[in-house]
């Protein structure tokens, strides 16, 4: 399990979901865009409930251990999977139009 620490506040959530959070708010940082994530956390009062994410190039989050006393682990494999799939897309180089390498190639066969 992980705190993560956001906009003042902090929330338990399991390591997986914490770590898919932060790499895909490092990409879109880079990207200078923004994106909201809805994971499921844990509150201070040990209800689970769903937080939305504002991530973009202004988000600090920040995610630290938790020890294992803390209560079951909150997994969401689909969830992981897709922030991971978003991060991907956005982190995928960009091919650029090239002039052409060879002009009058055509002109010498």
């Known amino acids: 399990m992980k705190t993560v620490i956001y906009a003042g506040d902090a929330f338990v959530t399991g390591d997986a979901i914490a770590d898919a959070v932060l790499r895909y708010s ?3 940082a880079e990207a200078g865009t923004a994106d909201t994530v809805t ?3 844990r509150r201070r009062d040990g209800v689970r409930v769903d937080a939305t994410l504002l991530l973009g190039p202004a988000s600090q ?3 630290e251990s938790q020890p294992d006393d803390e209560g ?3 997994e969401d494999g ?4 897709e922030l991971n799939a978003r991060a991907d897309t956005r982190d995928a180089p960009v091919g650029l139009p090239v002039d ?3 002009p009058g190639w055509d002109d010498q066969l």
């Open 61 to 63: 989050i920040v995610a």
């Open 26 to 28: 490092r990409i879109l």
């Open 100 to 102: 052409d390498p060879t």
């Open 39 to 41: 994971i499921p956390v």
């Open 78 to 81: 689909g969830l992981v999977d």
């Open 72 to 74: 079951e682990e909150i």
